[in-house]
């Protein structure tokens, strides 16, 4: 059996951080900070595993045998991100999961497992990583997500691979240090070059039976700037790293970088073309593909890039991206949490907004045990309606400055599906004319509510606009 990458699937937050406009509130300091492009910017109710998902959405058309979920920013460290996930898709529970972390390659190393273990499985890297304000990385970072699905007859299949481990210290963040913290880049760069990415390429493409030089498209994850002009130089391969696309329109995705290069570079190659991935981080993954045609999903990568609300105001960025902390007053002293014999009972239908059709076809959310349908007076067992894959419209919306949501105003109303259903919802990623009545609108996975003190999240689904507006450029 031929195993190949079958799809690819893609998300990045609606919001993307204007690096020349937040130089130039740096500027006083001399800070060197990215000064050209785009930062992607999760919403304040985004993090890893809503990006995971979003990422994988498109690629649960049939059951796999595992999904596989790498990040180095989970917001649990004694929960399984890839479980949620599993009841967010509407998976069943029979699907092996697996979590990958500490590692910005572990995306390439899950993708070349599965690759290598011959099975229909879904890999997803997603990062929301914290950084200090006015370092490198603030700027330099990003968040986002890429997914891929690997299985019998791919259009991608894996011709060559290596795997190279070396524990070198180009970054690190730590409980004690959770921002990164970064070493000198000239350092990084010669020792990166010469002891890891050449030898991991050439040993790869060896495996492959090919030449650096035959590589038409790469999409590599470079620690540094100028890491694959420094290595291509070696290896005399004109190859365009796709990755560097990603790095100027949306910043580092970290363990999602390689997988979204790679969704770029599939896009760009043609039939009997060799591309090669390769995840950086305590070594790393080489993976030579040769193409034998398209791979599904992979043109949503460039539109992905394309697309956006650009955001220039300096505090908004400082508040999304936890680097300062405002006082909201007594309204954000209201803090939920979710219990476990609640989530127990109804959080599978309420992550994956499963609603029920009753025997007269009315659909509704949440279901239980007797029908609203006011024609129905017993209880029935209601079919499964899974709303989170459906568009709806909106019916009613309010634009609310008195409760709390760190990002404001909060929008909310009520939305009604194709099917019949209504249900009221929270709005997102709010476009600048505001939201109105019949608007079209599609589902988003969110964070609900959190505790801050004990440290959880609650996650249900939010209304955002089907359509983002052109980027442009920066």
């Known amino acids: 059996?031929?195993?190949?990458?079958?799809?690819?699937?893609?998300?990045?937050?609606?919001?993307?951080?204007?690096?020349?406009?937040?130089?130039?509130?740096?500027?006083?300091?001399?800070?060197?900070?990215?000064?050209?492009?785009?930062?992607?910017?999760?919403?304040?109710?985004?993090?890893?595993?809503?990006?995971?998902?979003?990422?994988?959405?498109?690629?649960?058309?049939?059951?796999?045998?595992?999904?596989?979920?790498?990040?180095?920013?989970?917001?649990?460290?004694?929960?399984?991100?890839?479980?949620?996930?599993?009841?967010?898709?509407?998976?069943?529970?029979?699907?092996?999961?697996?979590?990958?972390?500490?590692?910005?390659?572990?995306?390439?190393?899950?993708?070349?497992?599965?690759?290598l273990g011959g099975r229909d499985e879904i890999v997803v890297a997603s990062e929301k990583r914290l950084t200090q304000a006015g370092s490198a990385a603030q700027l330099g970072y990003g968040d986002g997500a890429a997914a891929v699905r690997v299985g019998e007859g791919g259009a991608a299949r894996l011709v060559g691979h290596a795997s190279l481990t070396h524990d070198l210290v180009d970054r690190y963040a730590s409980q004690d240090h959770p921002t990164p913290y970064a070493y000198e880049e000239r350092f990084v760069r010669d020792v990166a070059v010469a002891e890891i990415v050449v030898p991991t390429i050439r040993q790869a493409c060896a495996a492959a039976g090919i030449e650096p030089v035959q590589l038409a498209h790469v999409a590599i994850a470079e620690p540094v700037a100028g890491t694959w002009a420094a290595a291509a130089r070696v290896l005399k391969s004109a190859a365009t790293n796709h990755c560097q696309s990603v790095s100027d329109?949306?910043?580092?995705?970290?363990?999602?970088?390689?997988?979204?290069?790679?969704?770029?570079?599939?896009?760009?190659?043609?039939?009997?073309?060799?591309?090669?991935?390769?995840?950086?981080?305590?070594?790393?993954?080489?993976?030579?593909?040769?193409?034998?045609?398209?791979v599904a999903g992979t043109d949503a990568f460039a539109p992905a890039l394309a697309e956006g609300f650009r955001l220039t105001s300096p505090t908004r960025f400082l508040n999304l991206a936890g680097a300062i902390a405002l006082d909201w007053g007594m309204r954000a002293e209201f803090q939920q949490k979710a219990q476990a014999t609640v989530l127990e009972r109804v959080g599978r239908d309420v992550i994956g907004f499963i609603g029920g059709r009753d025997s007269l076809g009315n659909v509704q959310f949440p279901k239980s045990a007797y029908p609203i349908n006011p024609a129905l007076s017993a209880p029935e067992m209601l079919e499964d309606v899974r709303l989170a894959d459906l568009e709806a419209r909106i019916v009613s919306i309010t634009a609310d400055r008195l409760n709390f949501t760190p990002d404001p105003p909060f929008d909310f109303g009520l939305v009604q599906f194709d099917n019949g259903a209504r249900v009221l919802m929270e709005m997102v990623d709010r476009p600048e004319q505001g939201f109105a009545v019949g608007d079209p609108v599609r589902m988003r996975l969110r964070i609900k509510a959190q505790h801050r003190d004990l440290g959880t999240r609650t996650y249900f689904w939010k209304a955002a606009p089907l359509a983002r507006p052109a980027l442009g450029d920066a």
Do not use: C, H
């Open 1 to 115: 059996m031929q195993i190949g990458i079958t799809a690819m699937g893609a998300y990045l937050p609606a919001l993307r951080v204007d690096r020349k406009a937040m130089a130039r509130e740096y500027s006083w300091s001399g800070l060197g900070m990215a000064r050209a492009g785009f930062r992607a910017l999760a919403g304040w109710d985004e993090d890893s595993l809503t990006m995971a998902v979003e990422a994988a959405r498109g690629l649960t058309g049939t059951v796999p045998d595992a999904l596989r979920v790498a990040s180095t920013s989970a917001f649990y460290t004694d929960r399984a991100q890839s479980a949620i996930a599993l009841d967010a898709l509407a998976l069943p529970r029979t699907v092996r999961t697996a979590d990958l972390a500490n590692s910005r390659r572990a995306g390439t190393s899950a993708l070349l497992e599965a690759l």
């Open 249 to 294: 329109r949306a910043g580092d995705l970290g363990t999602a970088l390689p997988l979204f290069g790679l969704g770029l570079a599939l896009a760009a190659a043609r039939p009997g073309d060799f591309v090669l991935v390769l995840g950086f981080g305590s070594g790393a993954d080489a993976l030579v593909l040769e193409v034998t045609g398209t």
